[in-house]
């Protein structure tokens, strides 16, 4: 039913900022939760950030509090991930979901192909 496509991964120098964006259709966007995953060579997906349909309640992972920043635009059905302060540890292909909101995070039901993040020191 949903499509999402990621787009704005890239190489960059720590202490940068990158935008990824994340473009769903096929589905009413506004009826989704949103958020983003991120999974590092060697190690299991891990959940990063969450939004709620309205954008009102927001989810981080602690290790992100304070340097990334999630965001929606039901208007041009795309969610937004600012990452400001980037560390090596970030470096991860990262995966936008939509799904549910669990009052905690996200259970995604439909996932992106992944954005490649590299942070280098």
């Known amino acids: 039913q949903v499509q999402l496509v990621e787009s704005g991964g890239g190489l960059v120098q720590a202490g940068s900022s990158l935008r990824l964006s994340c473009a769903a259709s096929?589905?009413?966007?506004?009826?989704?939760?949103m958020g983003w995953f991120r999974q590092a060579p060697g190690k299991e997906r891990e959940f990063v950030v969450a939004i709620s349909r309205s954008g009102t309640r927001k989810y981080y992972e602690d290790s992100v509090k304070g340097r990334f920043t999630i965001s929606r635009d039901n208007a041009k059905n795309t969610v937004y991930l600012q990452m400001n302060s980037l560390k090596p540890e970030d470096t991860a292909v990262y995966y936008c979901?939509?799904?549910?909101?669990?009052?905690?995070?996200?259970?995604?039901?439909?996932w992106g192909r992944g954005t490649q993040v590299t942070v280098s020191s």
């Open positions: 096929g589905g009413m966007f506004s009826s989704y939760a």
């Open positions: 979901a939509a799904g549910r909101d669990t009052g905690v995070g996200l259970l995604g039901d439909y």
